[in-house]
């Protein structure tokens, strides 16, 4: 048993991790099970010219029908993937309107992002065993 307060730590020593909050165990499984279940994969996207990421985020929007964010000390924008075989129609699309994409990837959570995600949903006034998509 590691007990740890790095969660990269955690990521590449334990099979299983379990996520305690208020000292109450919110969440276990592999590193995997836990990024999966905050939700998916996200699109990082850096483009040049830099001046029209307003036009990349629109066409984002548009074609994987998720929000974007700008993180500006990187020039680069996220979003999450629902879909990831749509992310060639963004690229398709960019080319077409003269926008250069400079680096692409796609990335799952990390586990600090899952902690925050869990412990989140804990603090918005939700019960325990309840998520953002049941209703009641």
């Known amino acids: 048993m590691l007990t740890t307060q790095y969660l990269d730590e955690a990521d590449q020593l334990a099979d299983t991790i379990g996520v305690m ?3 109450k165990l ?9 990024k999966q279940s905050v939700g998916g994969s996200s699109l990082h996207l850096t483009v040049q010219p ?7 985020r629109e066409v ?16 680069e924008i996220r ?12 690229l398709i699309i960019l080319r ?11 990335k799952q959570p990390t586990l600090d992002e899952v902690f925050m995600a869990l412990t989140s949903l804990r603090t918005s006034g939700q019960s325990e065993g309840e998520t953002n998509h049941e209703q009641h």
């Not at 979003?79 to 963004?90: A, F, H, Q």
């Open 96 to 106: 077409e309107h003269g926008i250069r994409v400079m680096e692409m990837s796609v």
């Open 21 to 23: 909050d208020r000292g």
């Open 60 to 75: 984002i929007e548009r074609v994987l029908g998720s929000q974007t964010s700008l993180s500006p000390e990187q020039g």
């Open 50 to 56: 830099a001046e029209r990421m307003h036009e990349v």
């Open 79 to 90: 979003t999450s993937l629902r879909d990831i075989s749509r992310v060639p129609d963004v």
């Open 26 to 34: 919110i969440a276990q499984g592999t590193s995997d099970e836990l």
